[in-house]
C-alpha cells in the first residue's frame, strides 16, 4: 500500500522558516517524480514546487520562487521543502505527490496520482 506522510508544519511568523517532510512507503521512490502543492481555506489546491526522479530537475512556481526549496533522498524514501522568508499569503495545507507516468514533473495536481493527507502551515503574527 502506497502511503505518503507529510511532517513538519505548524505555526511561524512572518519572516521565519519551516521544513516539510514527506515519507513515502510502499513505492519504488526513485521511480516517481514528487511535488508540493498547496490549498488555503476557500482556495483551489496550487502548485507550489516539483522535483525529477533523479532530483536534477526543480520547478517553482512563481510565488515561491528564491524562497522554498525542494529536494529528495531517494535512498531513504524522503522528500521535501524547505520554506524560508514566509509570508501570510504561504499559509495553506500542504501536501505532497508522487507520480511516475510523465517524463518531466507536471505542475498541474491532475497529473499526480497518489497524495499525503497534508500538513497544515500558519504564518502569522
Known amino acids: 500500500q502506497v502511503q505518503l506522510v507529510e511532517s513538519g508544519g505548524g505555526l511561524v511568523q512572518p519572516g521565519g522558516s519551516l521544513r516539510l517532510s514527506c515519507d513515502a512507503s510502499?513505492?519504488?521512490?526513485?521511480?516517481?517524480?514528487m511535488a508540493w502543492f498547496r490549498q488555503a481555506p476557500g482556495g483551489e489546491r496550487e502548485f507550489v514546487a516539483a522535483?525529477?526522479?533523479?532530483?536534477?530537475?526543480?520547478d517553482y512556481a512563481d510565488s515561491v520562487k528564491e524562497r522554498f526549496t525542494i529536494s529528495r533522498d531517494n535512498a531513504n524514501k524522503m522528500g521535501y521543502l524547505q520554506m524560508d522568508s514566509l509570508k501570510p499569503e504561504d499559509t495553506a495545507v500542504y501536501s505532497c505527490?508522487?507520480?511516475?507516468?510523465?517524463?518531466?514533473?507536471?505542475?498541474?495536481?491532475?497529473?499526480?496520482?497518489?497524495w499525503g493527507q497534508g500538513t497544515q502551515v500558519t504564518v502569522s503574527s
Open positions: 522535483i525529477s526522479r533523479s532530483g536534477g530537475v526543480t
Open positions: 510502499g513505492l519504488t521512490f526513485r521511480q516517481y517524480h
Open positions: 505527490a508522487a507520480d511516475a507516468r510523465w517524463p518531466t514533473p507536471m505542475i498541474d495536481p491532475s497529473d499526480y496520482y497518489y
